[in-house]
């Protein structure tokens, strides 16, 4: 029998495998979240903050950041490994902030799942004036031919179309939001194979597969990594990162 999974159930799968999004999962170059608060005053808030891979990075530079985090698996992890930063239930359709409290929002790697229309309006309420949503991706990066491998390794189940159209023509906001800023950075990321497959097993297409499918695919990203591996064990996995800023006046 078939198993359909709904965009809902992929936005929310992640929680299932917390502790191997938190390990796996990539930074954020520097360049990017300076990028991000420059010229921004006031408080930061992170959605869809996960495991806290970005909350990290902005609670190392600004005081008071908060993260807001709909799936309780990850929020837990981001709340015993950043005690300091004020980690709240929510979503970008619902914020539990009030109007005009943030400087800045972020959302890295989440936008895609959001109600469009109805995450725009809210993050328009909450960002005060002068203020800015500022939206992140990582992509791995097709410059060397094993990644392209690791996609096919991945069973072609990767949201690459709908990436790459954010790619190409950047993220679709609506008002109050209009105009944007654009910044690629391109970068290694450097792991061992342990944490290619941990990497593999975080992506949501793959926590829901049928196990069978899963250990299928988790052997392929073993076999691949083994392969590809230098001596010392260490892989470099090419990455740009695409980062937007919506300003509002």
């Known amino acids: 029998m078939e198993v359909v999974t709904t965009p809902d159930q992929h936005a929310l799968s ?3 495998a917390a502790g191997a999004y938190d390990r796996a999962r990539p930074p954020y170059p520097d360049e990017v979240v300076d990028w991000l ?14 495991t806290g891979k970005l909350t990290a990075a902005l609670a190392a530079r600004r005081d008071g950041v908060i993260a807001v985090e709909p799936d309780d698996g990850m929020r837990a992890v981001l709340a015993a490994q950043l005690p300091s930063v004020d980690s709240r239930p929510g979503s970008a359709e619902d914020l539990p902030l009030d109007d005009g409290s943030a400087g800045l929002v972020t959302m890295a790697q989440a936008w895609h799942w959001v109600d469009v229309p109805r995450a725009s309006a809210e993050v328009g309420r909450v960002v005060r004036r002068p203020g800015r949503l500022g939206l992140v991706w990582n992509y791995r990066s097709d410059a060397d031919e094993w990644v392209t ?10 949201s ?13 906001v609506v008002g109050p939001f209009d105009a944007y800023e654009r910044l690629v950075v391109a970068w290694d990321h450097v792991i061992d194979v ?10 949501s297409y793959v926590i829901v ?9 988790l052997s392929g990203v073993r076999e691949l990594g083994e ?11 090419p990455y740009e990162t695409y980062a937007f800023r919506f300003d509002l006046p």
Do not use: C, Y
């Open 160 to 172: 690459a179309g709908q990436m790459d159209k954010i790619r190409a023509h950047g993220p679709t």
């Open 194 to 203: 342990e944490t290619l497959v941990a990497l593999a097993a975080s992506r």
């Open 227 to 237: 392969e590809r591996a230098d001596a010392d064990g260490s892989l470099r996995l």
């Open 14 to 16: 992640f929680g299932a």
């Open 37 to 50: 608060l420059e010229g921004v005053d006031g408080p930061v808030v992170d959605v869809g903050a996960g």
């Open 149 to 158: 491998r690791l996609g096919e390794a991945l069973a072609g189940a990767d």
């Open 209 to 217: 597969m049928p196990q069978h499918e899963r250990e299928q695919v």
